[in-house]
């Protein structure tokens, strides 16, 4: 999978949703909102969006994509009208959204409802919470607005929110994972092709971990915090960093690593992905 800018979802809606107010009353679950069971093959894609809701994302036992979708409200029993579901294949693999609102979700677009057009629905306080399996080889290309994504892969990740952590650890990257207010920790055992390695945040850490063996450019830098890390000792100097640059080995991959506001850092994993933390 080559790497594309990830889709950048329209701050407006984000906002939107974010900001939405919240029902009162108890919070109800409907586990079994949505549910797919398909079979994919290494170097398909597994294009996920929400807009409010965790992701979490583990390893298949066979060649099986297992997704289960679970929605949560507060208030009154019916659940919201104004939530649903989409899940098709597409070009390159498969697609799985929830949809918030006035909801438009592709491979190359997903939008959600602004908070007029939610008013009525009783989406305001709701959230789809994803758990998958994924088979091995498969790439997974996740979007969020208010969540925590955890993936545990064999292929290359993208992974973005807005609100709330990542954390993806894959036997073959590259990954590419970004938050706004969150943390970021990016683990690899492995590298294939000659994609970047991007790991961002606004507001919080940005870690990654990369083989011992790398052949990388690493590009570190914050604005209100430390670098952190094992450096080969031409790119050591003392005293606290707030940017540092330097080749490892032969310099093939790109990796940036950025924040605003936070720590930055880097390790290295061993073959059996044991790291010494940054």
Request: hydrophobic share 40%; aromatic share 4%; net charge positive.
């Amino acid at each position: 999978m080559s790497f594309r800018p990830l889709l950048a979802l329209p701050l407006a809606a984000a906002l939107g949703l974010a900001g939405c107010s919240q029902a009162s009353g108890p919070r109800r679950t409907n586990a079994d909102f949505q549910r797919v069971t398909v079979t994919l093959t290494a170097g398909d894609t597994l294009f996920l969006r929400t807009g409010r809701g965790n992701v979490t994302v583990e390893p298949s036992a066979d060649d099986s994509l297992r997704v289960a979708g679970s929605l949560s409200w507060r208030g009154r029993e019916r659940q919201p009208n104004d939530v649903g579901s989409k899940s098709q294949p597409v070009a390159g693999g498969y697609l799985v959204c929830a949809m918030f609102g006035r909801a438009e979700c592709t491979t190359q677009r997903y939008t959600i409802g602004s908070r007029r057009s939610m008013r009525f629905g009783g989406a305001d306080d709701s959230s789809v919470d994803y758990a998958v399996q994924l088979p091995a080889g498969v790439h997974l290309e996740i979007i969020a607005v208010d969540g925590n994504i955890v993936a545990a892969a064999s292929a290359p990740v993208e992974a973005r929110t807005v609100n709330g952590d990542v954390t993806v650890v894959t036997s073959v990257g590259p990954v590419r994972a970004e938050t706004v207010n969150g943390s970021v920790d990016a683990r690899m055992t492995t590298l294939s092709g000659s994609d970047s390695v991007i790991v961002k945040s606004m507001n919080g850490n940005a870690f990654v971990f990369l083989p011992e063996s790398v052949e990388a450019t690493l590009d570190l830098s914050t604005v209100n915090g430390e670098v952190r890390g094992e450096f080969p000792a031409s790119a050591n100097s003392a005293g606290p960093k707030k940017s540092l640059r330097t080749t490892l080995g032969a310099g093939t991959t790109p990796v940036r690593v950025r924040t605003l506001n936070g720590d930055v850092g880097f390790g290295r994993l061993d073959a059996l992905g044991r790291s010494s933390a940054p």
